[in-house]
């Protein structure tokens, strides 16, 4: 045979191996939504966006409606766009969208371990336990408003001493935030100042900016190759483990003084169900969840309301006559010597109003967190095999055009009928819905409201910069959106 026929006959071969990979990828997912064709091994890396997933996705949605599938290298992941497919998906079948999908920088970290990453039975039992035992430290000696008020004051005596120089506010919006979910699960809350409390700011901080990088998004694409190189996802590994140890610690000295008759906080009350849950496995209360679950309600409790709380702020540096209109209704509903309480919140439409399209403008978690179908479903017409993933873009809700007209325009109007009352929106979901909804969301609304009104009550604020030149657009857009850096003067009232 000579050399050309061999040649030959090698990329004939090569041809009928590759259709027949092609073939059996799409025979193997058939009842999918459409979406590009994927390349084998690379899945749809050809039509994805440098300007990251959610762009992508986003491109893609316009020639394949809102449903469809994306190859994140050999996965195959199903989008939801739009309100209407997210809340069919989350709220009407919610049982069977209730699995949870992978991230793949925190796989090998959390495996299935903690009430975010949990799965099953599992996952009921600690998301059952978590939410009545933050209920509980928040109704038992101290309510959670009054942790919150309580942590407020501190922040505004704290501002007080930068008597108008301008300051970053991450740290402290950072320490806020961490130190209610503290409070509820450590059973202290910490000084600004402390060492170790600051380096836990620093290192959340850092996790979720390298969680929402651009090279944490080609991760995801090709994690069972990337894995084996140095990247994003060993940083993160370094970060969690430095956490987790810290956790560990704590954990130990609950251990060591734990007293069953009077439970402190989370970590005791969950030490004291392992006990009388021993004989019995499956129901999942054991050293590795109490650890994971800590590690879970802190991340997720902390730096998704300090972020919120950052955009808000550089929002109102950028739209002035917002905060003054805020200003005006907290002085006529609050006045100056009391604190802002819960109950002012339906007293003052205005307010809540700003809050809410703070959170939408902000745009959080815009690709959502991964879910994926507990078993075999049956999907406007598709069939989707159990554990398939599937990503709600919660992005495409909060701007979705049929129920938030402008979308990419900040106004809190928006919020309000014609009468200045609150109204609700279906679109409205910067927490998620359904039966994963984020399990925090009562405890960040509070926060969000006395935090805000707290800051604005004692304080006017002004901005370095010409609020015209104030950049709205994010400085890392991924798994989770950044805001840009920014200075703000705090000025006494």
Known sequence: MTMEASVLLFLTLLLGFVVLLLRGHSKAHGHLPPGPRPLP???????????????????????????????????????????????????DQAEAFSGRGTVAVFKPIFKEYGVIFANGDHWKALRRFSLATMRDFGMGKRSVEERIQEEAQCLAEELRKSQGAPLDPKFLFQCITANIICSIVFGE????????????MYLFHQSFSLLSSFSSQVFELFSGFLKYFPGTHVHISRITQEILDYIERSVEQHQETLDPSNPRDLIDTYLLRMEKEKCNSHKGFHHQNLVFTVLSLFFAGTETSSTTLRYGFLLMLKYPHVAEKVQKEIDQVIGSHRLPTLDDRTKMPYTDAVIHEIQRFADLVPIGVPHKVTKDTLFRGYLLPKNTEVYPILSSALHDPQY?????TFNPDRFLDANGTLKKNEAFMPFSVGKRICLGEGIARHELFIFFTTILQNFSLSSPVDPKDIDLSPKESGFGRVPQEYQICFLSR
């Open 189 to 200: 809350r910490f000084d600004y100042k402390d060492r170790q409390f600051l380096r836990l």
């Open 404 to 408: 938030f007209e402008q979308p990419d």
């Open 41 to 91: 091994f690379l899945g749809n890396l050809l039509q994805m966006d440098r300007r990251g997933l959610l762009n992508s996705f986003m491109r893609l949605r316009e020639k394949y409606g809102d449903v469809f599938t994306v190859h994140l290298g050999p996965r195959p992941v199903v989008m939801l766009c739009g309100t209407e497919a997210i809340r069919e998906a989350l709220v």
